[in-house]
């Protein structure tokens, strides 16, 4: 992909047989657009895919060539910004990777609730979030990039690696891994530094069922948003991707 | 800038936190050496209790009871008012205390140094270590932050008067706001009150500054006795079972109330 901008944001978004990947990206892009309306955003779609839609979270490694941006911020497209971001391009302008650390609760805490964490609790991984991701265009987010490739087309190797692998590859643990192998500080800011997406997971936040839209009070401020009357910080990460603010 | 301490008592069947009121009240002045102001429905004052003001008022109206652990019964609980503090103080910066806080020291005086127009606790912990009492320090299903309305501490200014009138609309809404945060108990709490109407004063961002230490709480299973005028000894059972006892020479909430009437009684 040729170089387009300086910055931008790169939002994947892949419709399956039962997510709309592309709506959830759109509301992700309006919703940043409502802070930073200049904003440089771009929605990758299944069609943009360099070698092709490789099936769920092992077409992430493409998003490098297909970035049109010399300094990329990847978002994961279910997710809102409730508040600006843009003041992190000058929190990694200086890295050439940085990879989200932790996340928080509806209260704007770090959460240490570990429910969903417990295989790299075991496995003594980063806890990180590709949910939110920065590069510029450098040989190190090359090399990141081919170790993510790598370590997707040789998960049957690599899991042989972890007490009790997924089956199949995700992206958060793969970028652990490679986070690992390449030295975590070389790809995270010191932790407490960074972003860290809200996390409306049941377990992270206090619900009683896995769909929060249904059972906590939410309100748009357009912009921004308010769940359970508190205002929102940062990107809110709303899990049930059927969730449409409007 | 004047400043003094105020502090509301309305009895019940059980409790006198009037004469809880006038102990407190000597402490304040030996502690603090700030004049006191009484909120309360009682029109003959006993001899001997010495506030520098009482502000007469009607028995808050209220059907409004609540399980005291150490009476074992239900009494009623006329705290309906405290939210009035704003319009009752007769000072310009104003400490309002729950007359079972005990005064032991002279550390409430650097709330009057910080420069905030409100303060409260965020934060309570009960002194014996007791790690469920931490679950406290949230309230409703949803486990919403409290601010404890123990202590209040605050100035003439526009953003007190409007967290106190927030929390006459939260008091006389109550049944809303109980419903929109999931609280499980029918009892109106003015912490619950103080809480939601930070929240909503501070642009819904849970930003508001707080009292820079933590409150220090002596439950009701906690046996309470007083040492001497300011040395307090606590019995408890620790959390693996042992029985233990410290000295407290602090100042702290004495959740206690019949523990604490027995000290007033007969004070060192």
């Not at chain 2, 002045?29 to 003001?53: I, K, S, W």
């Not at chain 2, 709330?111 to 679950?135: K, T």
């Not at chain 2, 409703?140 to 953003?159: L, V």
Request: aromatic content about 12%.
């Amino acid at each position: 992909m040729p170089i387009l901008a300086e910055r931008g944001y790169l939002i994947p978004a892949v419709n399956t047989e039962t997510v709309d990947y592309v709506a959830c990206a759109e509301q992700l892009a309006d919703s940043i657009r409502q802070w930073h309306p200049a904003a440089n955003i771009t929605i990758l779609t299944k069609e943009m895919l360099p070698h092709g839609d490789l099936g769920g979270y092992a077409n992430d490694w493409q998003c490098f060539a297909a970035s049109p941006y010399r300094q990329t911020i990847k978002l994961e497209a279910d997710m809102y910004a409730a508040t600006p971001i843009d003041h992190w391009w000058t929190l990694f302008e200086k890295r050439d990777v940085v990879i989200s650390q932790g996340c928080k609760g509806l209260y704007n805490e770090p959460s240490d609730n570990r429910t969903y964490r417990r295989l790299f609790d075991e496995n003594r991984l980063p806890d990180l979030y590709n949910a939110v991701t920065y590069w510029r265009l450098s040989s190190t987010a090359k090399e990141f990039f081919e170790l993510v490739r790598s370590i997707f087309e040789n998960w049957n190797r690599f899991k042989t690696l972890l007490k009790f692998p997924d089956e199949s590859a995700t992206t958060d643990v793969v970028y652990a891994m490679a986070a690992v192998i390449m030295g975590v500080d070389a790809v995270t800011l010191p932790p407490g530094t960074g972003p860290q997406i809200t996390h409306m997971k049941r377990g992270i936040i206090p619900t009683m069922t896995d769909d929060w839209t249904r059972e906590l009070v939410w309100e748009s401020t357009d912009p921004g948003l308010r769940i359970h009357t508190v205002a929102q910080s940062g990107l809110v990460h709303y899990h049930n991707k059927d969730w449409r603010i409007a | 800038m004047t400043q003094g301490v105020l502090l509301f008592a309305f009895n019940n069947e059980q409790i006198d936190y009037l004469a809880m009121a006038a102990w407190s009240a000597r402490n304040i002045r030996r502690h603090l050496n700030l004049p006191t102001c009484v909120v309360t429905n009682v029109v003959d004052m006993p001899a001997g209790y010495q506030f520098d003001q009482v502000v007469a008022v009607d028995l808050p109206p209220t059907e409004q009871t609540r399980y005291f652990k150490d009476y074992k019964g239900v009494g009623a609980w006329h705290n309906k008012n405290r939210s009035n503090a704003y319009e009752l103080s007769p000072w310009d910066h104003t400490l309002v205390l729950d007359v079972d806080f005990v005064v032991a020291t002279n550390q409430l005086n650097v709330l009057f140094d910080i420069d905030q127009d409100f303060l409260a606790h965020r934060w309570a912990y009960d002194v014996s270590g007791f790690p469920a009492f931490h679950d406290n320090n949230w309230f409703g299903t949803y486990k919403m932050p409290m601010s404890w309305a123990t202590i209040m501490c605050f100035r003439r200014s526009k953003k007190a008067e409007l967290i106190f009138n927030t929390m006459q609309m939260i008091r006389d809404n109550w049944l809303h706001y109980r419903q929109l945060y999931q609280v499980s108990e029918h009892t109106f709490r003015n912490d619950y009150a103080l809480s939601i109407a930070m929240n909503l004063v501070d642009g819904h961002t849970l930003s508001t500054p707080s009292i820079p230490w933590q409150l220090a709480s002596v439950t009701p299973e906690t046996k309470l006795i007083q040492i001497d005028p300011d040395t307090y000894k606590i019995q408890y059972e620790s959390a693996d079972s042992k029985s233990k006892w410290m000295l407290l020479t602090q100042d702290f909430h004495a959740m206690g109330k019949q523990a604490l009437g027995a000290i007033v009684a007969n004070p060192c």
